[in-house]
């Protein structure tokens, strides 16, 4: 069993950034491949970017490609999302997630636990 907790969401100005952060429990932290997925009201849940248990393959939906950054630090059970030049586009509740097997870390359906969430929200 691995619990996820999100932080770091809030509210910032287009073109701004936040740094989210998830802290697993357990041990087995670097077992898991790590994921980001965002929620806008009313839409479906996307791809936002992913971690392979290694640290060293990393994905990124294109809407966010070179502007959000995702990073692992094993020691300290954590998954980082540095978001960077945030649009309006961006506004969204922010889910970590955790994935054993590792086969497809774009779809949702195939990650063992999520976090709670943590909502971001960028003004104009």
């Known amino acids: 069993q691995v619990q996820l907790v999100e932080s770091g969401g809030g509210l910032v100005q287009a073109g701004g950034s936040l740094r989210l952060s998830c802290v697993a429990s357990?041990?087995?932290?670097?077992?898991?491949?790590m994921g980001w997925f965002r929620q806008a009201p009313g839409k479906e849940r996307v791809f936002v970017a992913a971690i392979r248990r290694s640290g060293d393959s990393t994905y990124y939906a294109d809407s966010v490609n070179g502007r959000f950054t995702i990073a692992r630090d094993d020691a300290k059970n954590t998954v980082y999302l540095q978001m960077n030049n945030l649009k309006p586009d961006d506004p969204a509740v922010y889910y970590c997630?955790?994935?054993?097997?590792?086969?497809?870390?774009?779809?949702?359906?195939?990650?063992?636990?999520w976090g709670q969430g943590t909502q971001v929200t960028v003004s104009s």
């Open positions: 997630a955790a994935d054993l097997k590792g086969a497809n870390l774009r779809l949702a359906q195939l990650y063992d636990y």
């Open positions: 357990g041990r087995t932290f670097s077992s898991y491949a």
